[in-house]
């Protein structure tokens, strides 16, 4: 249960501080593979906080972040997720071709069409979204990179036995 109100305290921090309005910034399209072995698809949308949330005194690395709502289909499963997370993001200063490497992490909701994939039941509907990656922007924007992804509903309700993806991705930035 501590983890759940942690979750959610992050989650309702990040919707604190989020600016009102934000128009679409990007699109991703993905392709990965779950813990259960079967391939997913994920397509997302993205909308930037809009701000720097922190740089460091020489301006060569900085924080910022975005909001990701997203479908994933985990084929052969036969479920399909929405999700709604907030991202933030560490940015390395970029070299002299600009690309600037990334590390991203963010914690959200997710909504699971089934409660049982596979082997793994999930106890509920509603699951937290942890994700972690890496990634390389471009000088026009886009991006691809690499994220692993972990849904649990936090032991809200048992059985809690989660499932987990990896994934690489392409952002085509607006």
Request: aromatic share 12%; net charge negative.
């Amino acid at each position: 249960m501590k983890r759940a109100a942690l979750a959610l305290s992050c989650v309702m921090s990040s919707l604190l501080t989020m600016p009102a309005a934000h128009a679409l910034d990007g699109i991703t399209v993905q392709i990965g593979e779950s813990s259960e072995s079967t391939t997913t698809y994920r397509i997302g949308a993205q909308f930037e906080f809009g701000r720097t949330l922190w740089q460091s005194d020489s301006g060569g690395v900085l924080l910022n972040g975005y909001w990701d709502a997203g479908v994933t289909r985990w084929s052969g499963l036969d479920a399909t997720s929405v999700t709604l997370t907030p991202m933030f993001r560490l940015n390395f200063g970029a070299s002299e071709g600009g690309v600037t490497p990334f590390l991203e992490a963010g914690i959200g909701a997710a909504y699971f069409t089934e409660t049982n994939l596979d082997s793994q039941d999930l106890g509920s509907k509603f699951q937290f979204e942890d994700r972690l990656g890496a990634g390389l922007r471009f000088a026009s924007g886009s991006e691809v990179g690499v994220r692993y992804y972990h849904y649990s509903n936090a032991g809200i309700k048992q059985p809690n036995d989660g499932i987990d993806m990896g994934a690489l991705y392409y952002r085509l930035a607006f």
